[in-house]
């Protein structure tokens, strides 16, 4: 069987002269090809929404409604991509081939606004619009766990003090780290680099752990330079991670994670609560210092880690994209992230009644940043 | 002596006793030959069976959690349009009708159907809670479609919430504690009363074929994925086969031997070899920056996908047309007619089974992608059916990727089911191709 690669037959000697015919026909249908898709783009009556996979189900379930509600508008496109890659997007310039909004689940970056201003985006309205709880979270089947950052830290760190001098990490199960854990070999399934929530569990949780056994201060001292300078790396030493296998960067999203506790049910991963609030019949959360995740907890600031989440607006698309401002007014309002509507049922944790009459001023007003 | 019989062994005046020991050495060796040749089929047969096993343990693990999320659980609700909440004013104003709270009749008749309190504002929202989010647009969309039914009481299928849908195949185990199963005692003793009494049941799912994506399980669909896959292969169709064949035919038939054909040849190979989030990005730098197309429109994931297919096509059309014996052009030049004639009247006709099974095989490779739709803007959350190539639309396998990073457990079973249906659309493309080459392949 010769298949569609059979022996081959030229007639390479037997040449005639080249023809140009078929070679100036394919020319035709390439210039042909791209002069019908270089029309002018049509105007954009639609809103375009990119960035972080955290805030990407609120945005969506608000897009959905947004597109119910309002009879005269289309509902909005959230695209998916992480908050870098959303905000890199957004200060790509202003105009109709760019999108409306970035979803970040943290703060824009000074670099990021410079890089703004430099395209001409120089008007970014910031929507802070609730917070997202990080938990340490187990299979469901396993004791109740009650950590502390101190724990996290020194199971987790690349290097970790033991007698006054800094090693390189000697533990092998959470029992050896703290007596009150089980005997289990450390393996936790942390957000990788590129995750908004990894920058969170590096501030909240491996810092604060950090100071705690009081390793920021050894790391401090081996650094050179002023203080200022020592300081700051000993805060870079302090959210190191161990490289050894013990903690696992996770780069796609919770389902992985929670996949990879279903597969190893003596692992510890690190989940959004409202992935957790959705998987509660499989997984098992972890009490920080004593406090258990929850909405109320979280709002009241007494569970550390928590971060917010937000969106950001270019403020010289209102008026001209269809629907931005109706959007953004709508994304606001009590309806949806106030404590009965249907984001904080999805797991966001609604900020206090002031932060939100405040934020639905400013965005009345599209102030900006 | 006897003569020996072994083949192959060796005649000789060697002693008896020698020549028994050169034959042994040789039935050894045909007997070590037998076993290597046995060994080495084996190997091929292992190699299949491993294929196989994982073919079957992919599949397995698909269709056993896909299989679920062809029907959904639906109540049947006798819901009373009543007047005062559709049409106070008794216009019949479409906005009006548009806006009203339907959720509301759904929550009414679901309570009725049930039993429970309709003046108690708990039992009402744990009722409420087993109704699916989108309620009202299902009650709207009959209301609408017939204004006449308003106060009348009429009989609606609804789409029950997720928890209960999961709860009813068995996905969320009823054993666990209220408060992690997040279905209270009250609603799972509702749940069995209703399934009992026939009001709540699975349905054969439609609205996995027919809806665009949703936040809600219940409600999310494929519809618009494959609208916008759809118009991203007609796209390819047109452009990359008759790009491809042409660009295989000059290269064939017509390109002189020399340094800058092989250059091409060299460079259309390697193209079919680049990672394919390369082409996503060249599509993002020339259709949407600097031609100016929409974003996540379908029509430039088509023309990216039409870059990514043309090497496929021009390299399987090459193959298909050098596969034509020269006897055929030599026959057709002989008794007069042109090259182009030659070409267009005998070669590529006969070509043809291989030029489209490489075209089919290249589309079924196009329909597969979601890394170039990456940077165009198609991984997206899209409601809405596109009206034309130029609207924003997504594809099949990227609606597949955004089911299975999403938190709810509907999802699970949707992600496989897509699977199962992208699938069978690739089976069924590429067994086409199959029976295409079969019935048309000619061997000289």
Request: with cysteine; aromatic share 8%.
């Amino acid at each position: 069987m010769y298949g569609i690669y059979g022996p081959r037959y030229h007639l390479q000697d037997q040449e005639i002269s080249v023809s140009n015919k078929i070679l100036a026909s394919t020319a035709a249908v390439a210039v042909l090809g791209s002069l019908a898709f270089a029309a002018p783009a049509v105007a954009r009556d639609q809103i375009q929404i990119a960035g972080s996979s955290t805030v990407l189900p609120y945005a969506n379930i608000v897009a959905e409604q947004f597109g119910k509600t309002f009879n005269n508008f289309k509902t909005p496109i959230v695209e998916s991509g992480g908050s870098s890659a959303g905000l890199k997007q957004f200060c790509q310039g202003l105009g109709e081939g760019t999108i409306d909004i970035a979803n970040a689940s943290r703060k824009i970056k000074e670099g990021e606004i410079a890089e703004c201003a430099k395209n001409g985006v120089k008007e970014i309205v910031e929507v802070q619009f609730g917070y997202d709880g990080i938990v340490f979270a187990v299979d469901s089947k396993s004791d109740d766990w009650a950590i502390e950052p101190k724990d996290i830290y020194l199971a987790l760190a690349a290097e970790v003090p033991k007698d006054g001098a800094l090693v390189a990490n000697p533990y092998k199960t959470w029992k050896e780290v703290n007596d009150k854990l089980p005997d289990w070999p450390i393996a936790a399934y942390i957000p990788g680099e590129k995750h908004g929530t990894r920058e969170v569990f590096e501030e909240k949780v491996m810092h604060g752990g950090c100071k705690a056994v009081g390793a920021d201060k050894l790391f401090a001292a081996k650094a050179e330079g002023d203080d200022a300078a020592k300081k700051k790396a000993g805060d870079k030493a302090c959210v190191q991670v161990r490289k050894d296998g013990a903690a696992v960067d996770i780069d796609g999203d919770y389902t992985e994670t929670l996949a990879r506790i279903t597969s190893n049910p003596k692992g510890v991963g690190v989940f959004g609560l409202s992935f957790f609030e959705n998987n509660t019949d499989k997984l098992k959360v972890a009490t920080i210092s004593g406090i258990a995740p929850s909405v109320e907890t979280i709002s009241s600031g007494e569970y550390p880690v928590s971060r917010p989440l937000q969106f950001y607006v270019k403020k010289a698309h209102i008026g001209v994209i269809p629907g931005l401002k109706e959007f953004v007014e709508f994304f606001a309002s009590d309806r949806m992230i106030g404590a009965d509507g249907p984001l904080a049922e999805y797991g966001l944790v609604p900020s206090p009644d002031a932060e939100r009459t405040k934020l639905q001023e400013d965005v009345k007003a599209a102030k900006s940043m | 002596m006897a003569v020996d019989t072994i083949p192959g062994s060796l005649p000789g005046p060697a002693s008896g006793n020698a020549r028994d020991k050169t034959n042994a050495a040789i039935q050894k060796s045909i007997r070590g030959r037998y076993a290597a040749e046995r060994r080495f089929k084996m190997y091929g047969v292992a190699a299949i069976l491993f294929g196989l096993a994982f073919l079957a343990v992919l599949f397995w693990s698909i269709i056993s959690t896909g299989y679920t999320s062809f029907v959904q659980s639906s109540f049947k609700l006798d819901v009373f349009l009543d007047r005062s909440v559709i049409d106070p004013s008794g216009q019949k104003d479409p906005n009006a009708l548009r806006s009203a709270d339907y959720t509301l009749l759904a929550r009414k008749a679901l309570a009725t159907a049930l039993g429970a309190d309709t003046a108690n504002r708990r039992d009402m929202r744990e009722v409420g809670q087993l109704l699916s989010r989108d309620v009202d647009v299902e009650i709207r969309n009959e209301v609408l479609a017939n204004p006449s039914s308003i106060g009348k009481t009429i009989p609606v299928w609804v789409l029950a919430s997720g928890r209960v849908d999961n709860l009813l195949k068995g996905q969320l185990d009823r054993d666990l504690p209220a408060a992690v199963r997040k279905v209270s005692d009250q609603q799972l003793a509702w749940i069995d009363k209703a399934e009992a009494a026939g009001v709540l049941q699975k349905r054969f799912n439609t609205g996995l074929f027919t809806n665009g994506a949703s936040s809600n399980p219940e409600t999310a669909g494929i519809g618009v994925a494959l609208v916008g896959s759809l118009f991203m292969m007609m796209t390819v169709l047109l452009l990359a086969v008759p790009l491809g064949v042409a660009a295989a035919v000059y290269l064939e038939e017509f390109a002189p031997k020399n340094f800058w054909t092989d250059l091409i040849e060299v460079n259309i190979n390697n193209l079919a070899a680049v990672p394919s989030i390369v082409f996503g990005l060249l599509g993002l730098a020339i259709f949407i920056n600097f031609a100016g197309l929409p974003r996540s429109a379908s029509i430039v994931g088509g023309l990216v996908l039409t870059l990514m297919t043309l090497p496929t096509i021009i390299i399987a059309t090459r193959a298909a047309i050098g596969a034509v014996p020269p006897s055929i052009r030599e026959a057709a030049l002989g008794v007069g007619a042109s090259k182009m004639q030659a070409i267009s009247h005998h070669v590529v006709p006969l070509a043809m089974p291989g030029i489209l099974t490489g075209t089919i095989i290249g589309l079924a490779k196009a329909l597969g992608e979601t890394a170039p739709l990456l940077m165009i803007g198609m991984v997206a959350f899209v409601v809405e059916y596109p009206t034309s190539p130029m609207s924003p639309s997504t594809a099949l396998p990227v609606q597949i990727y955004m089911w299975a990073t999403s938190a709810e457990r509907g999802f699970v079973e949707r992600t496989a089911g897509a699977t199962l249906i992208l699938l069978a659309l690739l089976i069924c493309m590429n067994l086409f191709a199959v029976i295409l080459r079969r019935k048309y392949e000619r061997r000289w």
